[in-house]
């Protein structure tokens, strides 16, 4: 298993947002993370990625121990994370953006630039825009280039948090098929989504969570064949085909 997440015990001050996760990916797999506001999605992916420290339980990835390591430290083991929100940088150019994602590489100009070579071909878009202003792009540009970003460290895991939030329906489901390519490529992706329709239709397995507890995990088709996930989650609109 390329991660490994077991018994996470994650605290607010005195409010237990995580109660005892745990969780998998293995190596090209996409794996989607469900459920509503709150329910302690971003929190998992956070404390994966070495953002918050947890009380307890254990992160293993690629086999090493990865709880306590900085998140830099954690980039540059094969693990990234697109946030919530895209987090890009308004006022320099996608090309700059990208730079900074490939910061760990960045005595290595030549690779850097093949990597930014391999971003504009799995986003055409953002190639004819290089040199705009990332806070002039559509929003739909913005999520591939906070993408593209994550990319530059070339992960063995990609963790998505809502990528395709305030993005039009069309938006989405091209945004998420980009995604699927990725994988099929090689990438693991641990994907939180709050389209549950389109997020179990490009993964593989797939985990509930609710108040801060794992409620269901399986295959991605059992789940979106439960009754129990289709009458909390699957409104929204049709599959990725």
Same mark, same amino acid.
Do not use: C, W
């Given at each position: 298993m390329?991660?490994?997440?077991a018994d996470?015990?994650?605290?607010?001050?005195?409010?237990?947002?995580?109660?005892?996760?745990?969780l998998?990916?293995?190596s090209?797999e996409i794996v989607?993370?469900?459920?509503?506001n709150?329910?302690?999605?971003?929190t998992?992916?956070?404390?994966?990625?070495g953002l918050?420290?947890?009380r307890?339980?254990?992160?293993?990835?690629?086999?090493a121990?990865?709880v306590?390591?900085?998140?830099?430290?954690v980039v540059?083991?094969g693990?990234?994370q697109?946030?919530?929100?895209?987090?890009?940088?308004n006022?320099l150019?996608?090309d700059?953006?990208l730079?900074?994602?490939?910061?760990?590489?960045r005595?290595?100009?030549?690779l850097?630039?093949k990597?930014?070579?391999?971003v504009y071909q799995t986003f055409?878009q953002?190639?004819? %825009?290089?040199?705009?202003?990332? &806070? #002039?792009?559509?929003g739909?540009?913005q =999520?591939m280039?906070?993408?593209?970003? !994550?990319?530059?460290?070339?992960?063995k895991?990609?963790?998505l948090d809502?990528?395709?939030?305030?993005?039009?329906?069309l938006?989405?489901?091209?945004?998420?098929?980009i995604? %699927?390519?990725i994988?099929n490529? &090689? #990438?693991?992706?641990?994907?939180?989504? =709050?389209n549950?329709r389109?997020?179990l !239709?490009?993964?593989?397995?797939?985990?509930?969570i609710?108040?801060?507890s794992i409620?269901?995990?399986?295959?991605a088709?059992?789940?979106a064949?439960d009754e129990?996930?289709q009458?909390?989650y699957?409104?929204g609109y049709?599959?990725?085909?």
């Amino acid at each position: 298993m390329l991660l490994e997440v077991a018994d996470l015990h994650v605290y607010y001050g005195n409010i237990e947002a995580l109660k005892g996760i745990t969780l998998g990916v293995d190596s090209g797999e996409i794996v989607a993370v469900l459920g509503s506001n709150g329910a302690g999605k971003t929190t998992t992916l956070k404390t994966i990625s070495g953002l918050l420290r947890p009380r307890s339980g254990t992160v293993t990835f690629n086999g090493a121990n990865i709880v306590g390591r900085s998140a830099h430290e954690v980039v540059a083991l094969g693990l990234s994370q697109v946030p919530e929100g895209r987090r890009i940088f308004n006022v320099l150019t996608v090309d700059e953006n990208l730079s900074l994602g490939g910061y760990l590489i960045r005595r290595h100009r030549d690779l850097q630039r093949k990597r930014r070579d391999s971003v504009y071909q799995t986003f055409p878009q953002l190639a004819a %825009r290089r040199k705009q202003l990332a &806070g #002039t792009l559509s929003g739909g540009e913005q =999520q591939m280039l906070a993408i593209g970003r !994550a990319l530059m460290s070339e992960p063995k895991l990609l963790m998505l948090d809502e990528p395709s939030l305030g993005l039009s329906p069309l938006l989405s489901r091209l945004l998420l098929k980009i995604v %699927r390519q990725i994988s099929n490529q &090689g #990438t693991a992706v641990l994907l939180v989504e =709050q389209n549950a329709r389109q997020a179990l !239709a490009i993964s593989d397995r797939a985990y509930v969570i609710e108040t801060g507890s794992i409620a269901l995990s399986g295959k991605a088709s059992q789940l979106a064949a439960d009754e129990r996930v289709q009458k909390a989650y699957l409104g929204g609109y049709e599959a990725v085909s």
